[in-house]
C-alpha cells in the first residue's frame, strides 16, 4: 500500500517513515508536515492511505482530512495523534475517517494501517472507550422519528454492533446483496455516509 505521513513535527514524520520501512507491504510515498501539504501531496501522488495528526497550525489535520474526502475518496485517513480529545473524536467520527489512534501506542500503527486499507475502521482501545458515552452527551433526532422496520433496526444494531454483511447476512438469513442495499437504503434516510456515521448514530440513541 501507499501511504503519506503529514505531522507538523519533522521527528515525528522521521520516527514514522522508520517504523513503516519496517514492513514490506508499506511504502512511503511521502511525507509533509502540515494540512495544506497533505492535500498537495494527496492530490499530486494519489495515495491508498493519508497518516496525518489532528492537530496542526493554518489548515488543522481534520479539516483538510474533510476537504481531501471530498476530492479523492478514494485515499483513506487514519489519524494519529496525541490527543484523545473529545471533541476532536466527535468530528473524526462525523466526517467518516476511517479510524483515530494515538500516538502512544506506535506498535498499533502498522496493524491499524493495515486493517484500514482493507477496508476495516480502526480506532485505539482508548477512544472505543470514549465512544458510547460521548455519543449519549449530544442531542441527536430520536431514532423513531424514522419509522424503520423490524428488519431494519436489527440492522443497524449488527452494524452498531461491528457485524460484516456476510455475518449480518448470516444472522438475519438474508443474501449479502439484499444486507448491502438494506444498509444503504439506511444511510439514505439518515443522510449518513457510511457505517463507522450509522453506529455513531445508534450508540447516540443507547
Avoid: W
Avoid at 501539504?37 to 495515495?47: S, W
Avoid at 485505539?124 to 431514532?143: F, R, T, V, W, Y
Avoid at 428488519?151 to 446483496?177: C, F, P, T
Amino acid at each position: 500500500m501507499n501511504v503519506i505521513i503529514v505531522d507538523d513535527d519533522r521527528l515525528v514524520v522521521s520516527s514514522l517513515n522508520t517504523i513503516l520501512e519496517t514492513d514490506p507491504e508499506i511504502r512511503v510515498v511521502g511525507s509533509g508536515y502540515s494540512g495544506a501539504e497533505a492535500l498537495h501531496l494527496c492530490q499530486r501522488l494519489c495515495p491508498d492511505l493519508l497518516l496525518i495528526d489532528i492537530r496542526m497550525d493554518g489548515l488543522s489535520g481534520i479539516e483538510a482530512a474533510k476537504r481531501l474526502m471530498n476530492q479523492a475518496p478514494k485515499t483513506k485517513v487514519l489519524f494519529l495523534t496525541t490527543f484523545s480529545d473529545d471533541e476532536y473524536i466527535i468530528e473524526a467520527l462525523r466526517i467518516g475517517a476511517k479510524g483515530y489512534i494515538l500516538k502512544q501506542n506506535f506498535e498499533s500503527i502498522i496493524p491499524a494501517l493495515k486493517a484500514v486499507f482493507s477496508g476495516q475502521r480502526v480506532f485505539g482501545d482508548a477512544i472505543i472507550d470514549k465512544i458510547p458515552s460521548l455519543m449519549k452527551s449530544n442531542e441527536q433526532p430520536n431514532l423513531s422519528d424514522y419509522h424503520f422496520s423490524s428488519r431494519e433496526l436489527a440492522m443497524i444494531r449488527l452494524v452498531a454492533d461491528g457485524k460484516s454483511n456476510r455475518e449480518i447476512a448470516q444472522e438475519l438469513y438474508l443474501s449479502e446483496g439484499t444486507v448491502r442495499n438494506y444498509i444503504s437504503s439506511i444511510l439514505d434516510k439518515l443522510a449518513l455516509r457510511d457505517r463507522t456515521q450509522l453506529a455513531v448514530f445508534y450508540y447516540k440513541q443507547s
